[in-house]
């Protein structure tokens, strides 16, 4: 059904977002103008003018739907009829388990397709600040690289002080992966802050000797490097990454967030640790913990060994590893409704890593939900969005208020992107034993459990694409 008696729905933005939320518009039934400022004006990044250019990796990481939250992303997407991921399969490489992509060609598969669209008409100008006000339903998909005239105008309209910003982003960490036999819960001084119980920390305690070599491993850790283009962006919050703290001293992080004063070790309390690391919940579901003040930019491979070396975390499962990079991202949580709508201007309507979401699948995931809404919002009818057991619907309760949110000493915010994982799917019980009635233990328990939420997630899923647009009436 063409819905060519209605104004159209405005997409700023030709990235994974944008070119996903155009297309489920259409798809839909309405008609869109896409709004893309490549080539008329370039980016720092992007090196061609075609849509859905890929600027980093060209994987789309695991493809598993059974053990993989990024995998079960993929699979919803396929099934609500996703142009990206219909082009990434188009135009795979061999990668493994993992889909990747021959970017050029996916990119001009997501181009053709929607330059082909009678629905879809592609503008290639800039939108300098705010949209025209008569642009009543308005999905912004701009990405980490908005146009600086564009986040001045959003700044100003939300009262932030900062969009874009160096993330010094600490890791997190899947709780279950914690060993309580050398970690315990204790607040630095059982003190119960608003909604705490006195213990709402995880400690994991350090000796002397490897306090002295876990500085050492960090001071000897490989860095990464900033792009040209992010050089003059400031820290997020003024936040320094954990190896530079340390440069200033050997002792400077044991007066700073490795201080053990206030705690004692609940497994010996007779010997008073050296430094403690807390790790403080960082989901509402209690599944996720972040390193608290660990902020980085030492390299993946050499944060896991790094960490790993902490008592407590030998084992360690990472939901997302630190990070340093530039990204313009709202504080959602605070300022977008349940429809990704802009609290203080309704008729925006955000999407993609603008939102607070990490990854190609990911951006792509909110792109498609934005379009859906925004479709249902055009033709009258009451748009849900998906449940929260499944992969796409776990990322929305996140950007909209699954994070909690722990302010610095400034006031400032604390919410940042995310990845998919299982860490933000609420929890399930999977089955205890395998086919013979031996008890699962170990990783085998962690698989089964992994496997129920997908299939969780599938179902659910599939629930929502059958009933996911109804008459406001019904």
């Given at each position: 059904m063409a819905d060519t008696g209605k104004t159209p729905v405005h997409v700023i933005g030709g990235g994974l977002a944008g070119s996903e939320a155009a297309w489920a518009l259409a798809r839909a039934g309405v008609r869109v103008v896409l709004?893309?400022?490549?080539?008329?004006?370039t980016t720092d990044a992007h090196r061609t003018g075609g849509l859905a250019e890929l600027v980093c990796s060209n994987s789309f990481r695991s493809d598993d739907a059974h053990n993989n939250?990024?995998?079960?992303?993929?699979?919803?997407?396929?099934?609500?009829?996703?142009?990206?991921?219909?082009a990434a399969d188009a135009n795979k490489v061999p990668a493994g388990g993992a889909l990747a992509v021959d970017r050029d060609g996916f990119s001009d598969h997501v181009t053709n397709a929607l330059e082909n669209e009678p629905l879809i008409s592609i503008n290639r100008e800039e939108v300098a600040g705010l949209p025209p006000a008569e642009w009543d339903n308005v999905i912004v998909a701009t990405g980490p690289l908005t146009s600086p005239s564009l986040a001045q105008a959003i700044k100003t309209l939300t009262g932030e002080d900062e969009l874009a910003f160096f993330d010094a982003i600490a890791p997190i960490v899947h709780k279950d992966s914690i060993d309580f036999s050398k970690a315990w819960y204790q607040s630095r001084y059982?003190?119960?802050?608003?909604?705490?119980?006195?213990?709402?920390?995880?400690?994991?305690?350090?000796?002397e000797a490897q306090y002295q070599a876990f500085i050492e491993a960090l001071l000897a850790g490989e860095k990464s490097d900033f792009h040209d283009w992010e050089k003059s962006t400031p820290y997020f919050?003024?936040?320094?990454?954990?190896?530079?703290?340390?440069q200033r001293g050997v002792q400077t992080l044991r007066f700073g967030p490795m201080k053990?004063?206030?705690?004692?070790?609940?497994?010996?309390?007779?010997?008073?640790?050296?430094?403690?690391?807390?790790?403080?919940?960082?989901?509402?579901?209690?599944t996720?913990?972040?390193?608290?003040?660990?902020?980085?930019?030492?390299?993946?491979?050499?944060?896991?060994?790094?960490?790993?070396?902490?008592?407590?975390?030998?084992?360690?499962?990472?939901a997302r590893l630190g990070g340093l990079h530039?990204?313009?991202?709202?504080?959602?949580?605070?300022?977008?409704?349940?429809?990704?709508?802009?609290?203080?201007?309704?008729?925006?309507?955000?999407?993609?890593?603008?939102?607070?979401?990490?990854?190609y699948v990911e951006s792509t995931a909110i792109g498609l939900v934005a379009g859906r809404l925004a479709a249902g919002q055009r033709?009258?009818?009451?748009?849900?969005?998906?449940?929260?057991?499944?992969?796409?619907?776990?990322?929305?309760?996140?950007?909209?208020?699954?994070?909690?949110?722990?302010?610095s000493s400034s006031g400032s915010r604390s919410f940042q992107p995310m990845n998919v994982n299982f860490g933000l799917f609420p929890p399930i019980e999977a089955r205890a034993k395998d086919e013979t009635g031996q008890r699962l233990r170990g990783r085998s328990r962690k698989q089964a459990r992994r496997q129920a939420l997908a299939r969780r997630a599938l179902r659910d899923f599939g629930h929502w694409l059958d009933g996911a647009v109804r008459t406001a009436a019904e």
């Open positions: 709004h893309e400022m490549r080539p008329q004006r939250a990024v995998g079960v992303l993929h699979e919803e997407l396929r099934r609500a009829g996703s142009l990206i991921l219909r059982d003190r119960a802050g608003t909604g705490g119980s006195g213990a709402d920390y995880i400690n994991c305690p350090l000796s919050d003024g936040c320094l990454p954990i190896e530079v703290m340390a053990p004063v206030g705690l004692t070790n609940a497994h010996e309390p007779d010997i008073k640790p050296h430094a403690i690391v807390q790790l403080r919940q960082d989901n509402a579901l209690g996720l913990y972040n390193m608290v003040g660990f902020q980085t930019k030492l390299k993946y491979g050499d944060q896991i060994r790094i960490f790993r070396m902490i008592p407590g975390l030998e084992h360690a499962q990472f530039r990204n313009t991202f709202l504080n959602s949580p605070a300022l977008l409704d349940g429809q990704l709508r802009l609290k203080a201007q309704p008729r925006l309507r955000f999407a993609g890593q603008i939102t607070g979401v990490e990854g033709l009258g009818l009451a748009a849900t969005p998906p449940p929260p057991t499944t992969a796409t619907g776990a990322l929305l309760a996140h950007i909209l208020g699954g994070h909690i949110s722990h302010s």
